[in-house]
């Protein structure tokens, strides 16, 4: 027994120093973006030459930055609310269709996030070309919607596989329309798994390169700009201050939707409050009012 308890303190050790060094690994880059973004030099080097704050006051005046900064709030806006909209319908489909037709539309949704991102792009600049859109904000905008859609798909769909069925049963016994039962008992007790699904893929478009890439016309987004800016080496300060800035705004986003999705799984599992109550009728049978 206590050989066993000296392996296993032994492995769990291990495991700690493993764990460990892959945080690091995979989080000091990123870390070394905001330091080297207070350097008061040009080149991303050790040792430090000193404190400022002069490449973030670049950000401010710059044209191309705030257009490239509005096209991508735009774009990320309508991709985000295009991928919710359809993620909640192709979710409560797939489980409450009862429908062959469904389950795969859910699981053609999800395929995305499975390819490649290049066979992705050149896939939807051909589309775009032979629908007639070519490179455009429209183009951007569909090809966000379709990267995102398995984020929103994923999150909607255990969020309504969370929700008891009794609930929804109860109310189609009670009278309650398809349409009703969805509209005032579902959405109200999935609210908060719908604005994470929102955040989380409006992040996903906004940080989005690759399809940018090849969709975008003459209209960049953020990511291409900071792309095309990593070509001159005086830029690189202002591009790591930018990113610092990015940076910090997706922490928040991401951590408001994650404290979002938590309360949506931990509220109680309850029909809303203003749920239409089922009136007698004469004949004592109970029927369903719906607005």
Wanted: proline content about 6%.
């Amino acid at each position: 027994m206590s050989a066993a308890r000296t392996n296993a303190r032994e492995g769990g050790r291990w495991l700690g120093v493993y764990v460990l060094a892959y945080l690091v690994f995979l989080y000091l880059p990123v870390a070394l973006i905001p330091l080297f973004s207070f350097n008061n030099s040009i080149q991303a080097a050790f040792p430090l030459q000193g404190f400022t704050l002069q490449w973030y006051g670049t950000l401010f005046g710059n044209s191309a930055l705030s257009g490239a900064l509005a096209n991508s709030l735009v774009i990320g806006v309508i991709a985000a609310t295009g991928a919710t909209l359809c993620g909640i319908t192709v979710s409560y489909m797939d489980l409450y269709g009862r429908s062959p037709l469904a389950a795969t539309i859910s699981a053609i949704a999800r395929l995305p996030i499975l390819i490649p991102g290049v066979i992705v792009g050149i896939s939807l600049l051909i589309l775009v070309n032979l629908i007639g859109f070519g490179p455009s904000r429209i183009a951007i905008v569909l090809g966000h919607i379709l990267v995102a859609l398995p984020t929103t798909v994923v999150i909607m769909r255990s969020r309504f596989a969370a929700i008891p069925k009794t609930i929804r049963e109860a109310a189609l016994d009670l009278g309650a329309s398809d349409w009703t039962t969805f509209r005032r008992v579902m959405l109200p007790l999935s609210l908060p798994a719908i604005g994470s699904a929102f955040m989380l893929a409006f992040l996903t478009s906004f940080d989005e390169f690759i399809v940018a890439f090849f969709l975008a016309g003459t209209e960049p987004t953020l990511p291409l700009y900071i792309w095309s800016q990593l070509r001159f080496p005086k830029s690189l300060p202002t591009v790591m201050a930018l990113g610092t800035a990015i940076l910090a705004v997706s922490f928040v986003i991401a951590a408001f939707a994650e404290i979002l999705r938590h309360r949506g799984l931990g509220a109680q599992r309850t029909a809303p409050a203003d749920l239409p109550k089922p009136q007698q009728t004469e004949r004592g049978e109970l029927q369903w009012h719906s607005t």
